[in-house]
């Protein structure tokens, strides 16, 4: 059983920055953030894939954000930078299972893709 636990959110001013970050028990291949807007479906906006080493951004976050992953703490960051009232959502970290050995392609990579899901953690930017 994979478990993820998000922590970190909380409310920023426009152009401000935020670390959110996702511990976890055990790591898959691949791993990264969701977000999800009141109204909205969740959206994929940064994928680590373990295996080739590759990181991989929506184009609504690229340049803005980064993801990162520390295995001596087991966990996950999205570092966000430059936020603006468009990236208020909740976040969510998400798991593959060890059969999804790649990480889809970020732009129709899905939460059904995903098979572990933590609980959320809110990110509000305005001023």
């Known amino acids: 059983q994979i478990n993820l636990a998000e922590s970190g959110g909380g409310s920023v001013d426009p152009r401000g920055s935020l670390r959110i970050s996702c511990a976890y028990n055990?790591?898959?291949?691949?791993m990264g953030w969701f977000r999800q807007a009141p109204g909205k479906e969740r959206e994929a906006v940064a994928l680590i894939d373990n295996l080739e080493g590759i990181n991989s951004y929506s184009d609504s976050v690229k340049g803005r954000f980064t993801i990162s992953k520390d295995n001596a703490k087991n966990s996950l960051y999205l570092e966000m930078n430059n936020l603006n009232p468009e990236d208020t959502g909740m976040y969510y970290c998400a798991a593959g299972s060890n059969l999804l050995r790649r990480c889809p392609r970020i732009a129709v990579a899905g939460p059904s893709d995903f098979s572990y899901w933590g609980q959320g953690t809110q990110v509000t930017v305005s001023s």
């Open positions: 055990y790591a898959r291949p691949c």
